[in-house]
């Protein structure tokens, strides 16, 4: 009788150190950037979990042409990403503290190291490749032009600015309000895009061998003064 008392106490015990286990919560550190991350609704990123919850939190300051990787406890973790609310991070909890961690790199700088890893190979050569390079400028409003159709479910690329001569330059201009006429310049002549209903309009020309400016000159048409209302891009 005594044995089996001791039996079932000990199973009490066992028991309750197994469900005091699973109600502990332990530490999520954020590698001192617990500010950059969030939870769905936005609020602040959690410090603490218990054992196997599932943890979501949100990474929003997102810069262009960056890629990000994040790690739990030195693993790379599977991440998504959507427009409102950055990169989103899931994992389970473990029974011990953890810390959450990113790395970013420069899409910009990895381009232009390739691009000098190739130079290096032929150097000595002049090629059409290493020729010297034309800048596009848009008048202060590059954001408002894409080099791809727009894609929604997409995050947009900064619009390229430098091209050799002789490189074809196709420009996307999305931003289409109604009631408003719109004409592009280059270079202080007027040209003619084509207009898609998806995509908007639609600019090509071959670069020349200097720097061009593109502009952009809206009319709207349902102000008073026709004409001479005019708004430049």
Known sequence: MQRILILIMAALISAGSEACNRQKAYRIDYDGKQELFTTLTHGKAPKKAVKDDTVT???EAVASDTRYEFYL???RLNDRF???HGYIISFLMPDHDVTLSYTKQNLME???SEEQGAKSKDEGTKSKDEAQMYTV???GQAYAYLNEPYDRNKEPKPVRTQYRAGEQVVLYYPMIATDTDYTFILDGTQI???FERSTGFIIRFTMPDHDVTVKCIERNTMLPGGDDVL???
């Open 192 to 194: 003619r895009p084509d």
């Open 231 to 233: 708004i430049v891009r």
């Open 82 to 84: 959507d427009h409102e």
């Open 73 to 75: 406890d030195g693993e």
């Open 57 to 59: 939190v949100c990474f």
């Open 137 to 139: 400028d848009f008048s």
């Open 110 to 112: 990895v381009d232009e």
